[in-house]
């Protein structure tokens, strides 16, 4: 009777360690999926924005090409005018001499013929100089390099703000990069999950706007400003003895430092920006070059080598017997 209440006992603790561990792989299971889906869904926003970025630089580029054709038509149309307006003008033919019926009549008698043809070889005649006038400035000319000024105006903003939407896109692009490969942490959590990869060290910070520096891991750094409204900081730190400065630093946005003890680059990143403080952390390589040389030799045994011609081999020393 004891042995079938013991066995019982056994059995009822048996299902009830199964029921507890069924219930934890239930959780854990659920509670993969709910990460898995987050992911996705943020996958899936940053897809998005990449797309309506690339929409927004290939209107502006559209643009872009519009103004150009624009500019060159107006460009032609003003070198045609100013060639129309160098060129010399054709002299007008001048006009034949009037007659007077009076003269004519007159003409007709001998002795008027007589005074006229002598008055002709008396007085020769004179012609008044002509002045050439400068042609006015024409208002189309003016029109059309006033709408030109305006073109190149309209182009110059066109191109500056493509240029900022090709920015704005790559830095999404590379960000999107960097959080779908999971290299940047923007909590306590998803640090702690970088440390259980063992490929790096990781340091956290927690700075206050100083001039003095503040050494953490490899790096001593000090920060200058914290701009909450832009979600921007700037940073100075010392790296191999040298003061650098970056300015205008964006949230998560890394920094990457290659030091000269170091193989890889260090990284520095800020996940929190308040007011005149700022939270992080810094990346490092988990093993030094001399450390990896270490292991790397230590891993391969010795081969020897030829002696050369004329030289002595130098024998293996005895081992002491034991």
Known sequence: MDEYQESNHRDNGWAAIQSGSNRWLVVAIV???????????????????????????ATANAAVNQMQGQLSALTTKLN???????????????AAPSTDPSEETSAKTPESASTSASSAKAAPAKRTPTKRRTPPVDKKYAQLQAQLAEQQKQLKETQDEVAKDRSELEGTINSTRD????????THEELV??????????????????KQFQRVGPLTISLRKADTKHKSYDLAMI?????????????????WIHTENESQPVQIVVNRIDKDLVHGYISAPKYKPSEL?????????????????????PQEPQQPQQ
Do not use: M
Not at 193 to 210: I, Q, T
Not at 239 to 255: A, T, W
Not at 293 to 313: C, E
């Open 31 to 57: 509670a993969l999926l709910g990460i898995a889906g987050v992911a996705f869904a943020y996958g899936y926003h940053q897809k998005s924005v990449v797309s309506q970025l690339t929409a927004q630089a």
């Open 80 to 94: 045609d005018l100013t060639v129309a307006q160098i060129s010399p003008q054709v002299p007008a033919p001048s």
């Open 179 to 186: 959080d779908l490969n999971g290299s940047i942490a923007k």
């Open 193 to 210: 999950a970088l440390e259980k990869r063992g490929e790096r060290s990781y340091f956290e910070f927690e700075l206050s706007k100083a």
């Open 239 to 255: 790296v191999d003895d040298n003061e650098l400065q970056k300015k205008k630093v964006n949230l998560y946005e890394p920094i």
């Open 293 to 313: 040389a270490a292991a790397g030799s230590a891993s391969v045994t010795p081969v020897s080598t030829k002696s050369p011609a004329n030289t002595p081999i």
